[in-house]
């Protein structure tokens, strides 16, 4: 029995080529996408084991008068840099006046205390004439307090927060060759304990 060949025939419009073609692509990997844009929006930087950036800039001095204040000057000793987004704010006082009254159980073990934001010069002194006038003329403040105008100083050190130009609530620890060792960033909201700096500061001393 003799078997044929058996011929398919293609849709005419397949035939002459002329099907519609339809375009797949592959669904956008949403995650990818939200976690690429949170990183661009973040005001953080990951900055331990990095140099600090090297600053010079205006600033009221542990004495009250305004003056500059150079990191290359602390070369030597640890510094505790503190980065607040404003003055005037009731818990930013509360935790400049702490650290202040221990400033000499940071000195004896080889520790400065910087504090930093982008007020200027002028409004540290005010606000701290201001603290000291409720304070019955006595200084609160006992460490130096730099005014970073320009954002230039936290956006280097990565905890500036572009949309309000303001630095975030930050700490830092530099050691004697101008290394940082910790970085804490945290909400505006929540205090920062001086027996817990402290502590870091031994540790990292031992």
């Known amino acids: 029995m003799a078997v044929g060949k058996v011929t398919k025939r293609l849709p005419d419009n397949l035939a002459k080529g002329t099907a519609k073609r339809t375009r797949v692509t592959a669904p956008e990997d949403t995650t990818v996408e939200m976690l690429k844009r949170s990183a661009a929006d973040s005001p953080h930087t990951y900055m331990v084991g990095r140099t600090a950036p090297a600053f010079d800039a205006p600033a009221v001095l542990a004495d009250g008068q305004i003056g500059r204040v150079s990191l ?10 503190l980065f ?28 400065s205390v910087i504090a930093c934001s982008t007020d200027s010069e002028y409004a540290h002194y005010n606000w701290r004439q201001q603290l000291e006038r409720t304070n019955r003329g006595e200084a609160v403040i006992h460490l130096p307090v730099v005014s970073d105008r320009t954002r230039r100083i936290s956006r280097a050190f990565g905890v500036l927060n572009e949309h309000e130009g303001q630095a975030v609530r930050a700490m830092l620890i530099i050691d004697p060759m101008q290394q940082i060792r910790v970085q804490i960033i945290g909400d505006t909201g929540m205090s920062r304990s001086v027996d817990e700096t402290l502590m870091l500061v031994q540790a990292l001393t031992t």
């Not at 290359?72 to 840099?81: E, I, K, N, T, Y």
């Open 72 to 81: 290359a000057d602390f070369c030597g000793r640890f510094v505790v840099l």
């Open 84 to 111: 607040y987004p404003g003055d005037c704010a009731g818990m930013e006082a509360r935790d400049l006046v702490e650290f202040s009254d221990r400033c000499d159980e940071f000195d004896a073990v080889g520790c």
